[in-house]
């Protein structure tokens, strides 16, 4: 059995971790991440018929029966994730239809996953039944998108044409918008299925006066695409006070969804 600290899927997390840590995007405890993972690629790190204990989930996830993830844990820092990867991250298994987590690797000291998994386990169901490739359920704090929500109006049509409209390469890179929840309070199934259900149509889903969720195929592609809405989010922030004298027009963002082969979401441009 090879040595999980050196797999490649613990060795990104924990980089993923510390960078976003970095970015002042994860204080304290905030922040999780869940990534799902192939049986195969476990197997050859862990016995995967060696079960350290069940956790309750609270929830149900039939589609997601079976399935191995990668998780941060509750109450832990991103910036510590370096230091004792056991400690702070766990690798679990679903089971009777995701009403039990069985935990595999991780979560040394009686640790557990995230308060936020049902809004992990319900956007991995919610993004795999519209792309199969979907591997990275990622949420964090960033301070711009964060700052937006207090001063912008949280129609996500509106919300995402601001974004847009802040630098040239948005519509690229989500040329499917953000999706805007109301304040919620967090943890819940309540706001995971609301959650879930806004994962259909985007990759990015904000949590108005708390942060954003991101989801995509690997870790770098989920990174970049919170990072891009974020660097937009800042400049927002740094204009939105000043008197507007230029911007990217409806026509200009048609060019690039033309030069780039992207088709922005239907009926957010004019
Ligand atoms: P956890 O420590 O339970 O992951 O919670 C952090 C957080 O960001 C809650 O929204
Ligand atoms: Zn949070």
Known sequence: MKNILEAPFLVEMVRTCTNMYQHGWDERNGGNISWLLDEAEVAEYLDVNAVLRDIPTGFEAPALEEKYFLVTGTGKYFKNVQYDPAHNLGLIRLSEGGKTAQLLWGFTGGGKFTSEFPAHMMSHAARLSVDPENRIVMHCHPANLLAM?????????????????????????????????????????????????????????????????????????????????????????KIAHLPLKNTITDEQLHLMEERFGVKAREGFLD
């Open 149 to 237: 929500t207090y001063v912008h109006d949280l129609d996500s049509r509106s919300f995402t044409r601001t974004l847009w409209q802040m630098c040239s390469e948005c519509v690229v890179v989500f040329p499917e918008g953000v999706n805007v929840l109301p304040w919620m309070l967090c943890g819940t199934n309540e706001i995971g299925q609301a959650t879930a259900e806004q994962m259909g149509t985007a990759r990015l889903v904000v949590w108005s006066q708390h942060g954003i969720y991101g989801a995509g195929k690997d870790l770098d592609e989920t990174f970049g695409l919170i990072e891009t809405a974020e660097k937009a989010a800042e400049i927002y922030m």
